[in-house]
């Protein structure tokens, strides 16, 4: 099956610093991927959709220059938390589609982000 | 606009019985509906999917789930739990315009030995 994965797992850091999570695509092309983020005991919460060489699309109140998205390959995505605040730990998932028409989404087993 | 209700935020059942996680959505047009399950410190995995098929799905794990248009649900069930099926539970509708995922509240499973 198509697998994607994340790195690093879990990141801990300090406040002002800023993370970069990285999302690959291991089997097959990923046209487009999503960033989700996940609070405690809450469902997923899309934040962005990129696609390969273009500028990521972001949801209404996710603020674009605290988190930026690259989308450089067809089977890689980075997100970067800038300047990290303690607001910002959550769990951040991602996912990736190889064609829209076959919707659907494979997932990530996510990231961990804990600011202090 | 699309929207998923879960109607359940923890469902409790006994190892060996049967188990119904409840969802209900909204949408314009045939949806595709999806559910997923997270286990801890894992990855979500996709159970089952419904795109305009059969109403009757079979997802994996002996997971299933009919597509009731007259009713606006999709429920998730199966006949006998096992421990390993305790997870969250995510009933997900596809946006009509752009494919986006709509997520339900998510369904906590708990299973008592």
């Known amino acids: 099956g198509a697998v994607v994965s994340q790195h690093p797992s879990w990141v801990i850091c300090k406040s002002g610093t800023s993370v970069k999570i990285e999302c690959r695509s291991l089997?097959?092309?990923?046209?487009?991927m999503f960033w989700y983020r996940q609070f405690p005991k809450q469902s997923l919460m899309l934040m962005a959709t990129?696609?390969?060489?273009?500028?990521?699309?972001?949801e209404q109140g996710v603020e674009k220059d605290k988190f930026l998205i690259n989308h450089a390959s067809l089977t890689l995505s980075t997100l970067t938390v800038t300047s990290a605040h303690p607001e910002d730990s959550s769990f951040y998932i991602c996912?990736?589609?190889?064609?829209?028409?076959?919707?659907?989404?494979?997932f990530g087993p996510g990231t961990r982000l804990t600011v202090l | 606009a699309q929207s998923v209700t879960q109607l359940d935020s923890h469902v409790s059942v006994s190892e060996g019985t049967p188990v119904l996680l409840r969802c209900n959505y909204s949408?314009?047009?045939?949806?595709?509906l999806f559910w997923y399950v997270q286990h801890p410190n894992k990855g979500l995995q996709l159970l089952l999917k419904?795109?305009?098929?059969a109403t009757l799905v079979k997802g994996i794990n002996g997971f299933e789930a009919e597509f009731k248009k007259s009713e606006t649900s999709f429920h998730l069930t199966k006949p006998s739990a096992h421990m390993s099926d305790a997870a969250e539970y995510f009933c997900?509708?596809?946006?009509?315009?752009?494919?986006?995922?709509?997520w339900g509240a998510g369904t906590k499973l708990i299973i008592k030995p």
């Open positions: 089997d097959f092309q990923a046209t487009t």
């Open positions: 419904y795109t305009s098929a």
């Open positions: 990129s696609n390969e060489g273009s500028k990521a699309t972001y």
């Open positions: 996912s990736a589609e190889w064609d829209r028409e076959y919707n659907e989404q494979f």
């Open positions: 949408s314009s047009y045939s949806p595709s």
């Open positions: 997900v509708v596809s946006s009509d315009s752009n494919y986006q995922l709509i």
